[in-house]
């Protein structure tokens, strides 16, 4: 494997695109992944830019197999959804993410916790039940599980999204639009349907210091979020100036290598306790 500048990860296969061959690796290796442990979650810290405290985290996919090494989501997700074991993937993900959150919620520390779906995930029949179930099981209060999806997920099937969003809703659960701006959907569904929170690209925060346009952009989707009672969170944020543009802009939420990397989650109390002494 070859290490390249990319966070914690060596990227496998140094193409953008993954080859026939290099798929079928992944799909194979991802089979055997899932009869074993080789999944963990990271949990990124998301903090309330107000208060300063960290009111959720982000639970984000790890996968360290044992022949290819470490793999970034960015190149196993699409494998996986490609071959339909994102299927068994995110109902794994969603499981330990809410059984994680018990155990912080039992420790005292409520913490929503934000879980990434697919769109191959959300689009099942039996979404809602199964996500319903989980909290069930793992006795996780639906308010504070948080499903992050994208605007692209929402361009077909309108009535269908509607409905399944609507159901998660009438059970208390949270959503949010990740990736908020970089879709193809056109805003006439945030009328429509019950998001709670937007998620502002980090591709926006990312000159938002430097580029008016950008600084626009935030600013704009910021008074739309709050216009439309929704709430915001701004992803990528790594600088104390991005953090002070935010605060100005009353931007409500924050997540960011500047305040926190993802965690393993037996640093994330550790985290809390030392940012936030008692
Ligand atoms: P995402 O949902 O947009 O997640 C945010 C990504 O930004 C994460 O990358 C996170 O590590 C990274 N990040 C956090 N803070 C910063 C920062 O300050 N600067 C920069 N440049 N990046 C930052 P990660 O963990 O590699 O995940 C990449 C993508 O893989 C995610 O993007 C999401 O689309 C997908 N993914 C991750 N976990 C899951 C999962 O459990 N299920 C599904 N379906 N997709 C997942
Ligand atoms: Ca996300
Ligand atoms: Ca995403
Ligand atoms: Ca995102």
């Known amino acids: ?79 996986a959804e490609e071959t339909g074991l994102i299927v068994q993937i995110g109902d794994w993900v969603l499981q330990e993410a809410c059984h994680q959150a018990k155990i912080w919620y039992d420790q005292g520390f409520h913490l929503r916790i934000g879980v990434n779906i697919s769109p191959i995930q959300f689009q099942r029949p039996d ?30 099937n309108r009535d269908e999204c509607y409905k399944t969003l609507k159901r998660l809703k009438e059970s208390g659960i949270k959503i949010s639009i990740d990736d908020f701006g970089t879709g193809y959907s056109s805003l006439s569904y945030l009328r429509r349907f019950p998001i709670d929170t937007l998620k502002i690209d980090k591709s926006f925060i990312k000159e938002v210091i430097q580029n008016i346009n950008d600084q626009a952009i935030v600013t704009s989707i910021i008074q739309l979020a709050h216009n439309m009672n929704m709430r915001v969170i701004a992803e990528g944020v790594e600088t104390s100036d991005m953090v002070a543009f935010l605060n100005d802009r009353e931007c409500d939420e924050m997540q960011g290598f500047l305040y926190s990397m993802p965690l393993k989650k037996e640093d994330v109390i550790p985290f809390i306790n030392k940012t936030e002494p008692q």
Do not use: M
Request: aromatic share 10%; charged share 25%.
């Open 127 to 156: 979404f809602v039940e199964k996500v319903n179930g989980i909290l069930q099981k793992t006795g996780l209060p639906p308010k504070y599980l948080d499903l992050e999806i994208t605007e692209n997920d929402l361009l077909y």
């Open 1 to 79: 494997a070859k290490e390249r500048g990319k966070g914690d990860y060596q990227l496998y296969f140094p193409s953008l695109k993954t080859h026939h061959t290099e798929k079928l690796l992944i799909e194979t290796r991802l089979r055997e992944a899932l009869g074993g442990n080789s999944f963990t979650l990271s949990y990124q810290p998301q903090i309330d830019l107000k208060s300063k405290q960290v009111v959720g985290v982000e639970a984000l996919i790890r996968w360290e197999d044992n022949v290819l090494g470490k793999i970034s989501p960015v190149e196993f997700i699409p494998v």
